[in-house]
């Protein structure tokens, strides 16, 4: 069974508070994008779960979070089963566009279709909750509010859809240390981290903070995006280190696109997609 495993942008991204359990509690609006991983499951095929990824840089042993889906299926429904998991990666990692986690959240979809569990999107968000903050949002794949640690999906509709260019520097940030950071973290004088409102949206992301004092291309990234014509609204996604603009339409972000390559130099990933 072969499976779409969409990106995420987090359109709004707010920190309550760090909890006992060093997670930390927050409002998130997050929307999937129709960039997309290509996620096959074949079961009854091999000895045990193998996982396999045309990028040699993610790992494709026990500790890929596609592996860790079908065991937690596994503990969760009791069926034993032996598969082989063929990741096609589009979506860079360590990007803050839930990459990984959609991929799991594919496995768990499949699984349950494979096997007629009937587990449904709540039954599924409860496994997915085991494996991943970020991956209770991908069962659904539609615009929601993510809250608590990320696990109480409550879906929401955008007004219309959105046409984003997605730029991220040749280093990606680890999601952990963003998160430890975010407290002690102060802004930089001249960085503008204030909500911006485009049409029904207020797009603010708390992670910018910690995130923009260690990455410094990432805040001069942001301030050149906003002084762009084509640009509404620039921000962070997630923990980073992808940056993205709201745009009015495709052209307007393929004519963004090319700019920021040549002033940004052509080691810069980009892509051109639509959120909603
Ligand atoms: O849940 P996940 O493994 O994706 O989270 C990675 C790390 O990000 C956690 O270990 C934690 O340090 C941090 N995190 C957090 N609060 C959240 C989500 C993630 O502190 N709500």
């Not at 999601?175 to 204030?194: C, F, L, M, Q, R």
Request: one cysteine or more.
């Amino acid at each position: 069974m072969k499976l779409r495993a969409p990106a995420k942008v987090n359109l709004s991204l707010r920190i309550l508070g760090r909890r006992a359990d060093g997670f930390h509690d927050l409002e998130s609006l997050v929307t999937p994008l129709s960039l997309a991983d290509e996620v096959t499951v074949d079961t009854g095929i091999g000895q045990g779960v193998r996982v396999r990824c045309d990028d040699p840089s993610i790992p494709q042993d026990d500790s890929n979070l596609a592996a860790i889906a079908a065991r937690q299926f596994h503990s969760h429904t009791g069926i034993r089963f032996d598969a082989r998991i063929s990741i096609r990666k589009r979506i860079p990692s360590g990007a803050g566009l839930g990459g990984g986690s959609s991929d799991a959240a594919a496995v768990l979809v499949a699984l349950d279709s494979i096997f007629e569990t009937h587990l449904g999107a709540d039954g599924l968000e409860k496994i997915a909750a085991h494996i991943g903050s970020d991956v209770p949002f991908f069962i659904r794949r539609v615009p929601a509010w993510m809250r608590g640690r990320g696990e109480r999906i409550e879906p929401a509709a955008l007004s219309r859809k959105l046409s984003l260019l997605l730029l991220k520097p040749p280093f990606g940030v680890a999601t952990p240390w963003a998160y430890k950071n975010w407290k002690s973290s102060t802004e930089i004088p001249g960085v503008d981290y204030a909500p911006q409102c485009w049409q029904d949206l207020e797009l603010v992301n708390d992670l910018e903070r910690p995130v923009f004092e260690k990455y410094t291309l990432l805040p001069a990234m942001k301030t050149w995006l906003r002084e762009q014509p084509e640009c509404h609204a620039a921000l962070m996604s997630g923990s980073g280190s992808t940056m993205f603009a709201v745009c009015e339409d495709h052209a307007a972000a393929e004519i963004l696109s090319a700019r920021a390559l040549e002033h940004f130099g052509s080691t810069l990933w980009t892509s051109v997609c639509e959120a909603g």
